[in-house]
């Protein structure tokens, strides 16, 4: 269990739903810090300043809140995905801009977040395997589709084999033994891991716009 210093602060009288948010809030803070197995519900309770029987009005268990916010996670990453796409100007640029939104997820995020999901909340981690498996890999697709039809990815993909390497992927460098023998940062694995995979479906099109937009971040 993490030693965290206790935050007593003193809030004007809230609803139930700003309590329960602000206990979602803060959870996802402490999880996304120090990892799941590792923050307690006397830990949450004493960054709040509230009583765990208070935390226990909103949810039954840790396990109860750790889906929540791990879920309410997933629906913002989702909105965010759909930002990106809607804004981007072409497939690869949609990539881009995923790739600045992982970069900023994964900088803050503790190395043992989804083994602890794995070992210690099936229901959590499940959800996530959904997200990974269902929408995330749909999204791949489409972005696959909309690549080849704007002529920036080679039309010979097979693209349900690449969508699938390419989930798998994302989970990559939460391995230990590839963590142990790589040693950067998540964000900097992530974004070599999509800027390969990127290289590897453009066409000769897309691989000078691929330069172009690296170029231009340098700037």
């Known amino acids: 269990m993490v030693t965290l210093k206790v935050s007593i602060v003193l809030y004007p009288i809230m609803t139930d739903i700003d309590t329960g948010i602000r206990i979602k809030e803060k959870a996802h803070d402490l999880f996304m810090q120090y990892g799941l197995r590792s923050v307690s519900m006397d830990d949450i309770a004493g960054q709040l300043g509230m009583s765990k029987k208070t935390i226990y009005q909103f949810f039954s268990d840790k396990d109860e809140l750790v889906e929540a916010v791990i879920s309410e996670e997933i629906e913002r990453n989702e909105k965010l995905c759909e930002k990106d796409r809607c804004s981007s100007h072409n497939a690869i640029h949609e990539i881009f801009l995923a790739i600045d939104m992982v970069v900023e997820i994964f900088s803050t995020m503790n190395s043992s977040l989804i083994f602890d999901m ?56 939460f391995q230990h033994e590839f963590q142990t023998a790589v040693k950067h940062s998540f964000a900097h694995i992530e974004q070599e891991i999509m800027v390969h995979f990127l290289f590897g479906m453009a066409s000769p099109k897309g691989y000078k716009m691929i330069i172009k937009y690296q170029q231009d971040r340098l700037k």
Do not use: W
């Open 118 to 173: 794995h070992k210690y909340h099936p229901g959590a981690y499940s959800r996530f395997q959904q997200h990974k498996n269902g929408y995330l890999y749909n999204t791949i697709v489409q972005n696959m589709h909309r690549g080849i039809e704007e002529g920036l990815y080679r039309n010979d993909l097979d693209i349900d084999i690449l969508a699938r390497y390419r989930v798998e992927c994302m989970l990559l460098p």
